[in-house]
């Protein structure tokens, strides 16, 4: 696996639920530093040629009432480093039930890798699909 391009504070990717709603995530770099704020999070080991996204894959995804308090340390953090987990998707949600809705939404994904690479990595929007 190639070395990450640098990332802008934050880029931002577009990942579809079941329901074929869309939500916008925050791409940061993993490891993450959070505040205390509710979210659905996915920690993922991307590929790339040059800046080119050539392979996405999840490796967690999770809700929490505060990333903070997740990822300090997260009970899987010595896993996602072993298997070289680079970012972590997140999308922050303040409402208990809206988050649980969005994790059950976009839960279809777990172990699944991200088909179609990104034609840009940094900047702007990107929508993946799934295999």
């Keep these: ?3 990450r391009p640098p990332v802008k504070d934050f880029d931002l990717i577009k990942l579809r639920g079941s329901s074929t709603k869309t939500y916008d995530f925050e791409l940061r770099p993993f490891p993450p530093v959070f505040g205390e704020v509710g979210a659905v999070y996915i920690v993922e080991l991307a590929s790339f040629s ?6 996405q894959k999840i490796m967690h995804m999770g809700v929490t ?3 903070a308090r997740e990822f300090s340390p997260h009970p899987k953090a010595a896993l ?12 922050e949600v303040p409402n208990e039930d ?3 809705a969005i994790y059950a939404d976009l839960a279809w994904m777990i172990g699944r890798p991200w088909s179609q690479p990104s034609t840009r990595f940094c900047g702007g929007c990107r929508t993946h699909r799934f295999a």
């Design 1 to 3: 696996m190639n070395a």
């Design 50 to 55: 040059g800046r080119e996204v050539t392979e």
């Design 65 to 67: 009432d505060n990333l």
């Design 80 to 91: 996602f480093t072993k298997h070289g987990a680079n970012f972590v998707c997140v999308l």
């Design 98 to 100: 809206a988050r649980n």
